[in-house]
């Protein structure tokens, strides 16, 4: 079993409550950006794959350079694995035309295989504190495939059962509200609750994007993709800048 060293300090945001809400609103984000990008600005899913893709990359290589956990360098690369999790997820059901079902399908087979090789290796999956570079990289891959897998999932339960934008994100709530129950009162793994609501949580903001953007008439706000993200990155700001003065608050202390 490999050991990480423990003299390495940390590289990833630990898991809170405002982690969670942090969390939903990135995945919010995640989707009214990506669909502003390849639907409000018509360049398609290829395109938005590859701007995504070197946004992503771009902030990962960041992430991956620095050696110390950095609230704003962290949240941007859980903003590009949800941005690009919705391109990957519309290119597979809209330009390979697979579908909703087998694109569902497709990504939960690569998130499963991530984890089973980061369990292979490391003989845990444990998701805080993380030291190790090539940990993280897994962390990472496992992220993206969750996200992918949320938007993937979000369009599937509107397409297949039919239900609005508001009901699906009172499905997926209520799965991350029946994870939270099994948290404080059972003792199933609190890493299996943690992969499931991470996993949910992405959906969860998916719907609620699509809430948020989606004409009235198909139960949505109507908002538009860039006013709804303008209002993400709001919010997503405000957070940051929250748990950054926490992080202050508990050195000086």
Not at 120 to 141: A, G
Not at 145 to 158: I, P, V
Not at 197 to 220: H, M, S, V
Request: hydrophobic residues 50%; contains cysteine; positive net charge.
């Amino acid at each position: 079993m490999n050991r990480e060293n423990n003299t390495t300090i940390n590289k990833v945001a630990k898991i809170t409550l405002l982690f969670w809400l942090m969390k939903i609103v990135a995945t919010t984000l995640g989707e009214t950006l990506g669909d502003f990008i390849a639907q409000t600005l018509n360049l398609g899913y290829t395109i938005g794959i590859i701007i995504t893709f070197t946004f992503f990359i771009i902030v990962l290589l960041t992430q991956l350079k620095v050696n110390k956990y950095i609230s704003i360098v962290y949240w941007l690369v859980i903003i590009g694995t949800t941005t690009l999790g919705t391109e990957i997820s519309d290119f597979i059901d809209r330009t390979l035309h697979l579908g909703y079902t087998m694109g569902t399908v497709l990504l939960i087979s690569c998130l499963l295989l991530t984890l089973f090789l980061w369990y292979k290796k490391y003989e845990n999956l444990e998701v805080y504190p993380i030291y190790e570079k090539q940990k993280e990289i897994f962390y990472w891959t496992a992220i993206l495939f969750s996200n992918s897998l949320g938007t993937a999932f979000g369009d599937f339960l509107g397409d297949y059962f039919g239900l609005s934008y508001l009901h699906g994100a009172f499905v997926t709530g209520g799965v991350i509200i029946i994870v939270v129950i099994l948290h404080y009162f059972t003792k199933i793994s609190h890493i299996l609750l943690f992969w499931i609501a991470f996993i949910f949580t992405r959906p969860f903001g998916a719907t609620f994007g699509d809430f948020l953007t989606k004409p009235i008439n198909k139960g949505g706000l109507e908002l538009g993709t860039l006013n709804a993200s303008l209002v993400s990155v709001g919010i997503m700001a405000l957070l940051i800048m929250i748990q950054h003065n926490r992080q202050k608050t508990k050195r000086v202390e």
